[in-house]
């Protein structure tokens, strides 16, 4: 190789790297000093994963995000819409509630700034109760002190709902998972429902440390709800998955989603995406429920649309995205 056409190589090639690095600066210039992702209550999935996305955000992209504690999804999707969060874990079925202006939180008020960015896992709905109480189902909780998930949150909103449907009478406390997990050792409550990616980290705990027996729904108890509430679907949770637990347990699921709003800057919003989406191995050391956060996943979302950039890291790997789905 001759002299000027090695000379002729250094500069292409130095010029290639300015122009990159000129493209990142520019791509960054609109980015957010921080980043807030709204999680849940401490002990749940919410919390575990939330946090290790910040951490994980933080160091792979350089900018500073951290998981704050919130009520959960009702609370995460008002706090994005309003620009307070820059990124919320939100389960769809109150999610589009939001969307549609009918969330309990913020009744009117249409959520239609808030866009998707990528699949999370889906949310198993069960209980848990201390073996000597003889709870094998949810019928078995009428006329018992149950905890119900935290206000605002997915299992503070729905189980209420599903216990009403099915005429059992409860009186209820809404408490985050780590408090109703102490509240049901010291016999303050005889079950605590909850609603999170599987294990449940307050689950495995209790199983770990006393005789518990988790349960979920009889075949007519489970037809009913599923008739009753479309944007739920048949989910069973494998024996073993908690210590103690001999038998599945039969249930229904939500599918999570991580939000933004409309505002995040496209190459943020694509970098975030593109980050989750391609090391699930990381994402699944943060929590095991993460086994779900796959790129073909992002199809049980038919309402929210997607952010401009999580729509362009999608189509990248060959997924297009219906325009009805593109914001």
Do not use: C
Request: glycine fraction near 10%; charged fraction near 20%.
């Amino acid at each position: 190789m001759n002299h000027r056409l090695t000379r002729w190589l250094i500069v292409v090639a130095t010029t290639l790297v300015l122009s990159t690095t000129g493209a990142i600066a520019q791509d960054r210039s609109d980015w957010p000093r921080s980043l807030t992702i709204g999680t849940a209550s401490v002990g749940g999935v919410y919390f575990v994963y939330g946090n290790g996305l910040a951490s994980f955000i933080g160091e792979a992209l350089d900018i500073s995000a951290s998981g704050e504690i919130t009520g959960g999804p009702v609370q995460n999707a008002t706090l994005v819409q309003m620009g307070e969060h820059d990124i919320g874990l939100v389960t769809m079925g109150p999610m589009f509630e939001a969307w549609t202006g009918e969330s309990e939180l913020a009744p009117g008020i249409p959520h239609t700034d808030v866009r998707a960015l990528f699949p999370m896992y889906e949310t198993p709905f069960h209980g848990i109760a201390l073996s000597r109480s003889g709870i094998e189902s949810v019928g078995d909780l009428d006329g018992m002190r149950v905890s119900v998930g935290p206000a605002g949150g997915t299992a503070g909103t729905y189980w209420p709902r599903f216990l009403e449907t099915l005429e059992v009478d409860v009186r209820p406390s809404f408490t985050g998972a780590s408090d109703a997990a102490s509240q049901l050792k010291d016999g303050l409550i005889d079950a605590f429902t909850f609603a999170a990616g599987v294990p449940i980290g307050a689950f495995s705990q209790l199983a770990a440390e006393t005789d518990v027996r988790t349960f979920g729904f009889t075949p007519e108890e489970l037809e009913t709800i599923l008739e009753e509430f479309p944007e739920v679907a048949s989910y069973t949770i494998p024996a073993g998955t908690y210590s103690g637990q001999e038998t599945d347990d039969h249930t229904v699921a939500m599918w999570n989603f991580a939000v933004a709003h409309s505002d995040m800057p496209e190459s943020l919003a694509y970098e975030i995406t593109r980050l989750v989406m391609e090391n699930n191995d990381r994402m699944v050391q943060i929590h095991a429920a993460a086994r779900a956060t796959l790129p073909e996943n992002w199809d049980n979302n038919s309402f929210l649309p997607f952010h401009p950039g999580a729509v362009r890291y999608f189509e990248e790997q060959g997924i297009e995205i219906p325009e009805d789905l593109q914001g």
